[in-house]
């Protein structure tokens, strides 16, 4: 499910407000943005108490989150071990990035058919908030803009097979910007490119919303490669 925030895109129809979420929805999003962000690092052993306590969720909301995040490859849940917050290995890398960049093609092509006015106002409004931030940019917030970009076009794709698989690759593709931000260049030309991929698909363009799509993955891939290159690699 995409939650488009309303503190940047502002209220409108399409937004679907955190707090009207299920509850196992809520813990699945606030644990997931903890393991994204590094504050469960890779290793890490999650204990269902605590995150009951410290999220203020029931045992089955809490059970129910963990059990997505598994599928999603950011837990791993070992019977009788106990749950652990998954490694981050260079292997990894390059399946994920063969995956990830044909089927965000893949979903650059429905949406460029399928996307409506809506859900290009809602991109263009997104890229309104990076143009207005003050230099220099903050790397969080356009790492924020880049996540709603994509997010919109998975929604804009209308498969939810296809928006669900993309959004657990993209989990994983985020996990590994946080955790080599500190020796990543320059992030605000990968931002840029979302304002040609949204023309694009205005346009109703495929060709060039695939390709161009698919090239800002493969740069984003190219960064990390480069970054992994001059950092520690985990597990």
């Known amino acids: 499910m995409i939650i488009v925030p309303d503190e940047l895109l502002g209220e409108g129809p399409a937004n ?13 999003l606030q644990i997931r943005r903890m393991i994204v962000t590094g504050n469960l ?9 605590m995150l009951q306590r410290e999220l203020g969720f029931g045992r089955t909301p809490i059970r129910e989150a963990l059990q997505r995040l598994s599928w999603e490859k950011l837990v791993n849940i070992l019977p009788r071990r106990g749950i652990f917050v998954t490694d ?23 949406a460029s058919q399928r996307g409506t006015e809506e859900h290009w106002h809602l991109m263009e409004v997104a890229l309104a908030k990076f143009s207005s931030q003050e230099e220099p940019q903050d790397i969080e917030n356009l790492i924020i803009i ?3 970009c994509h997010q919109i076009i998975y929604r804009a794709s209308d498969n939810k097979f ?28 990968l931002i840029h490119q979302h304002r040609k991929v949204l023309e694009a698909l205005r346009g109703k363009d495929i060709q060039s919303a695939v ?16 970054a992994m290159l001059n950092s520690p690699i985990p597990g």
């Open 146 to 148: 880049d996540e709603l």
């Open 41 to 49: 690092p890779p290793g890490a052993i999650l204990d269902e108490n």
């Open 162 to 189: 296809l928006g669900d698989t993309l959004e657990a690759l993209y989990a994983l593709c985020l996990r590994l910007w946080f955790y080599f931000l500190p020796n990543l260049g320059d992030q605000v030309g």
């Open 211 to 226: 390709g161009l799509l698919e090239r800002h993955v493969l740069d984003f891939q190219n960064e990390l490669q480069e």
């Open 16 to 28: 679907s407000p955190e707090q009207n979420l299920p509850l196992s929805q809520k813990a699945y």
């Open 88 to 110: 981050i290995g260079i292997t990894d890398l390059q399946r994920l990035f063969e995956m990830r960049t044909n089927l965000e093609g893949l979903a650059a092509r429905l």
